[in-house]
T-cell receptor, first 114, second 116 residues
Framework: AAGVIQSPRHLIKEKRETATLKCYPI?????VYWYQQGPGQDPQFLIS???????DKGSIPDRFSAQQFSDYHSELNMSSLELGDSALYFC?????????????FGPGTRLTVL | AQSVTQPDIHITVSEGASLELRCNYS??????LFWYVQSPGQGLQLLLK??????LVQGIKGFEAEFKRSQSSFNLRKPSVHWSDAAEYFC??????????????FGKGTHLIIQP
């Protein structure tokens, strides 16, 4: 079965640079979520989108922005990168039409800020 | 605000022994509850979920979990563990606000070590 696709899988940036992470949801899923997982930490919810509209917002820094496009893929844009942004970034997708709206996670993008 | 507590940071179990991982949650309404497993450097794989109905839910890889509303718990169990079960296990509570697309709140995770 098709899964959530994230690109790139690994990314190395310098401080104060920008980064863009991409997420392609499972086919026919209409909702995407972004999470950040620091080393040895639990995943922290950042933001979600349904039908290209922001739906829920968590602890997303003001330096980060995200959007969902007409083909349902999503991009997380991160500016003025800081050392503390080094983490694993997960995208998850779901179909809001299902009763439980279960989230299925991608493999993650490992961002390293030097 | 919703929260999840996993009291055990590490658990060591002998291969073939039974396993129970504890999870307690705090949520204002009827929760959606999930268990995910994560191998080192990997993504999160859904083991099982509860949203209503039968309080004992079956998942993949021989795992099951029981929802106990009176104890605000959703403990994960497996009758006989295999070495391949060594991983990080996360309990999570999801939104049931009616609006959908709510972010999950995760516990801190339990690191499972399997002894030969």
């Amino acid at each position: 079965a098709a899964g959530v696709i994230q690109s790139p899988r690994h990314l190395i940036k310098e401080k104060r640079e920008t980064a863009t992470l991409k997420c392609y949801p499972i086919p026919r899923h209409d909702t995407v979520y972004w999470y950040q997982q620091g080393p040895g930490q639990d995943p922290q919810f950042l933001i979600s989108f349904y039908e290209k509209m922001q739906s829920d917002k968590g602890s997303i820094p003001d330096r980060f922005s995200a959007q969902q496009f007409s083909d349902y893929h999503s991009e997380l844009n991160m500016s003025s990168l800081e050392l503390g942004d080094s983490a694993l970034y997960f995208c998850a997708s779901s179909s809001i039409r299902t009763i439980t709206d279960t989230q299925y996670f991608g493999p993650g993008t490992r961002l390293t800020v030097l | 605000a919703q929260s999840v507590t996993q009291p055990d940071i590490h658990i060591t179990v002998s291969e073939g022994a039974s396993l129970e991982l504890r999870c307690n949650y705090s949520y204002g309404a009827t929760p959606y509850l999930f268990w995910y497993v994560q191998s080192p450097g990997q993504g999160l794989q859904l083991l099982l979920k509860y949203f209503s109905g039968d309080t004992l839910v079956q998942g993949i890889k021989g795992f099951e979990a029981e929802f106990k509303r009176s104890q605000s718990s959703f403990n994960l169990r497996k009758p006989s563990v295999h070495w391949s079960d060594a991983a990080e296990y996360f309990c999570a509570v999801g939104g049931n606000s009616g609006g959908g697309a709510d972010g999950l709140t995760f516990g801190k995770g339990t690191h499972l070590i399997i002894q030969p």
